[in-house]
T-cell receptor, first 110, second 113 residues
């Protein structure tokens, strides 16, 4: 069974600080995706990384795929209240399904 | 124009009832999914259909029966609802499998009382 462990599960920081969320597994994934979910809505895809060591940037968000394609990180620079939400990592393994981590609830305080 | 739409948004029903949730996507994707999100926000796959064919059927009670009349629609019927079925159910779609990511609907919050 493929499992993804996200840490931390909860993170509350002040506006302007930097943060990193981690997503780890013992399994290899063909791609790793990050989603953001707002209350009452479905997860929205932020980024997909497919190559070991790949780094992608989305404004103040930086996503990295581990060299062995077993882990990923999400780094946010100068966090803003609008970044508040539930961040989910998901790995694409076999059988066309995504395996999700348990999520990181991020709160950015003004 | 909503890409993946689910109805209803909220569903409150009594134990033992039978209910259905409908999902439609207008993205032209070939694969559709049902996921269940529990109270701790953990998302777990239930079913997947590719071009109307069932390709993933996780360990889900057989009270849950998906139906895909065409590749743009995937419905979920639940018989004899139990308290433990209370959760948010998400429909999603993708093109060419999971590798490029899913588009999710906004969810159906099912409460069994």
């Amino acid at each position: 069974t493929q499992l993804l462990e996200q840490s931390p599960q909860f993170l509350s920081i002040q506006e302007g600080e930097n943060l990193t969320v981690y997503c780890n597994s013992s399994s290899v994934f063909s791609s790793l995706q990050w989603y953001r979910q707002e209350p009452g809505e479905g997860p929205v895809l932020l980024v997909t990384v497919v190559t070991g060591g790949e780094v992608k940037k989305l404004k103040r968000l930086t996503f990295q795929f581990g060299d062995a394609r077993k882990d990923s990180s999400l780094h946010i620079t100068a966090a803003q209240p609008g970044d508040t939400g539930l961040y989910l990592c998901a790995g694409a393994g076999g059988a066309q399904k995504l395996v999700f981590g348990q999520g990181t609830r991020l709160t950015i305080n003004p | 124009d909503t890409a993946v739409s689910q109805t209803p948004k909220y569903l409150v029903t009594q134990m033992g009832n039978d209910k259905s949730i409908k999902c439609e996507q207008n993205l032209g994707h070939d694969t559709m999914y049902w996921y269940k999100q529990d109270s701790k926000k953990f998302l777990k796959i239930m079913f997947s259909y590719n071009n109307k064919e069932l390709i993933i059927n996780e360990t889900v009670p057989n009270r849950f029966s998906p139906k895909s009349p065409d590749k743009a629609h995937l419905n979920l019927h639940i018989n004899s609802l139990e308290l433990g079925d209370s959760a948010v159910y998400f429909c999603a779609s993708s093109q060419m499998g999971a590798r490029e990511g899913y588009t999710f609907g906004s969810g159906t919050r099912l409460t069994v009382v």
